[in-house]
């Protein structure tokens, strides 16, 4: 059988994150996963052994990141995938409702959260010129929609801060925008209400993900692309 490989998981506590890390730990590789609820990481840990690391972590505060970056790299080397998940949507409003901090805490997590994790994990993972990066876009990241203006700013930036990535990295390696498709998590119900019921859970929605994220390679590289919807190919 092949040796499991290590992903790099932001943003495990709840939601697509967890669902994946659930996924990528039953089919035998070891995640290491943040988040910021401490409550929820203890649970983490608690239900899944070492070598699955679970970690609180803000992304959107640098040295929180480098701590994490620098006792992860020394105990289990670079990952095989960084799956940079970790975000936050406005609450629904015109762009002229939202404040200046609102506006900020957006940006923080989904666009300067993004650059920490890239700035203190991808060099060991250039110096071994292997592994696959993956930041989390959106529907929102390619089209866009009345009072979701932050949220869709962070993740268009998405899509341009990965494809300028991929013309970075050594041949070996890639990083990939990905819009995972709509699924009934937390921020969908922010945005849609009880309309969020009306789509895939996320352990649903992973069970398809999951192969299809780790089949990704060097041939992917700069590609943006979305993850399959189960049952649509099968
Ligand atoms: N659900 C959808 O339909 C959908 C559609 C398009 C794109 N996406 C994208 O898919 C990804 C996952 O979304 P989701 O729906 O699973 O969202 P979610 O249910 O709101 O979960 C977000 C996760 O990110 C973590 N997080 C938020 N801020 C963080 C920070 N500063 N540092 C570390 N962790 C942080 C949260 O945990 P803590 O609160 O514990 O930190 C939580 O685990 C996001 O990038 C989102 O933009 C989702």
Redesign the pocket.
């Known amino acids: 059988m092949a040796r499991g490989k290590t992903i790099l998981i ?9 669902a994946m890390a659930e996924e990528f730990i039953r089919l035998g590789h070891v995640v290491l996963g ?4 401490q409550p ?1 990481i203890a649970q983490l840990q608690k239900q899944f052994a070492t070598p699955n690391d679970f970690a609180a ?4 505060a640098e040295d929180q990141v480098a701590a994490w970056a620098k006792r992860i790299l020394s105990s289990y080397g670079a990952p095989d995938l960084l799956l940079n ?5 406005n609450r629904n409003a015109p762009l002229w409702e939202v404040s200046a901090r609102d506006f900020s805490e957006v940006i923080d ?2 666009l300067k ?1 993004v650059a920490n994790v890239i700035r203190h994990f991808v060099p060991a993972m250039v110096r071994r010129r292997n592994g696959v990066i993956v930041n ?5 990241g390619r089209s866009t929609d009345a009072e979701v203006a932050p ?1 869709c700013a962070t ?1 268009w930036a998405i899509e341009g801060l990965t494809q300028a990535l991929a013309q970075e990295l050594p041949s070996g390696m890639a990083a990939v925008p990905l ?5 009934d ?4 119900r922010s945005s849609f209400g009880s309309a969020a019921s009306g ?1 895939p859970a ?1 352990d649903e929605w992973a069970k398809s993900a999951v192969p299809f994220l780790l089949k990704l390679g060097p041939a992917d590289n700069g590609k943006p692309l979305t993850a399959p919807v189960r049952g649509a190919n099968d």
């Open positions: 932001t943003g495990v506590t709840r939601g697509l994150g967890r943040c988040g910021r609820s929820e972590v803000n992304v959107a998940n970790a975000a936050l949507i997590v989904n959260g989390f876009s959106s529907g929102w949220y993740k819009n995972p498709g709509i699924i998590t937390d921020m969908l789509y996320p």
